[in-house]
């Protein structure tokens, strides 16, 4: 099972918006809602922002959206904030009852 | 609440075994699939294996297929994973994570216990 593909990193002033992608296939990304994005700063817990593609857990900031098209899920930040700065997942259930990370994306806050 | 606190890690020579262990509180353990998520030096989240809530479905990533086991105690609230024939690649930090389903998402993580596979 390959990972689905995402940007190194990406960047963006605060205030601004960012979108990060998550390529994969029909037999992942493609293929189910069972998609998931995680935040991860070094040293803590991946933290769950996104399930389902699109539904954000209590008390994850509005800030954080998301939506699927075809292969692609994506992942958008909007008011970027110092504390966004962190690394991001986004993980698929699979056609062989698996799940999968994305290789994972830095966002910096510049 | 919530919690999951991971322990067993530590430095083993390559082909040696290890035993994980995950202790839960704050929830009601047997309700839940649990799965083990790992983390290699500089590089990203990857998914090891998963766990039903009354083991009657477990699933392994390929990479450690054959060489690790998943099991749980839901007398005891705990989760763990058996690693044999361990490598040099399996050198990471290793998490639990509660899983929900069926979102296949994964609401809480413990802290991790890192694994050192190195002689």
């Known amino acids: 099972q390959s990972a689905p593909t995402q940007p190194a990193s990406v960047s963006g002033s605060p205030g601004q918006s960012i979108t990060i992608s998550c390529t994969g296939t029909s037999s992942d990304v493609g293929g189910y809602n069972y998609v998931s994005w995680y935040q991860h700063h070094p040293g803590k817990a991946p933290k769950l922002i996104i399930y389902d593609v699109s539904k954000r857990p209590s008390g994850v900031s509005n800030r954080f959206s998301a939506s699927k098209s075809g292969n692609t899920a994506s992942l958008t930040i909007s008011g970027l904030q110092a504390e966004d700065e962190a690394d991001y997942y986004c993980?698929?259930?699979?056609?062989?009852?698996?799940?999968?990370f994305g290789g994972g994306t830095k966002l910096t806050v510049l | 609440e919530v919690q999951l606190v991971e322990s067993g890690g530590g430095l083993v020579k390559p082909g040696g075994s290890l035993r994980l262990s995950c202790a839960a509180s704050?929830?009601?353990?047997?309700?839940?699939?649990m799965n083990w998520v790992r983390q290699a030096p500089g590089k990203g989240l990857e998914w090891v294996s998963s766990?039903?809530?009354?083991?009657?479905?477990?699933y392994y990533a390929d990479s450690v297929k054959g060489r690790f086991t998943i099991s749980r105690d839901n007398a005891k609230n705990s989760l763990y994973l058996q690693m044999n024939s361990l490598r040099a690649e399996d050198t990471a930090l290793y998490y639990c994570a509660r899983e929900v389903v069926p979102d296949a998402a994964f609401d809480y993580w413990g802290q991790g216990t890192l694994v050192t596979v190195s002689s």
């Open positions: 704050g929830f009601t353990f047997s309700s839940y699939s």
């Open positions: 766990i039903s809530s009354s083991s009657n479905y477990i």
């Open positions: 993980t698929s259930y699979t056609s062989s009852s698996t799940l999968v």
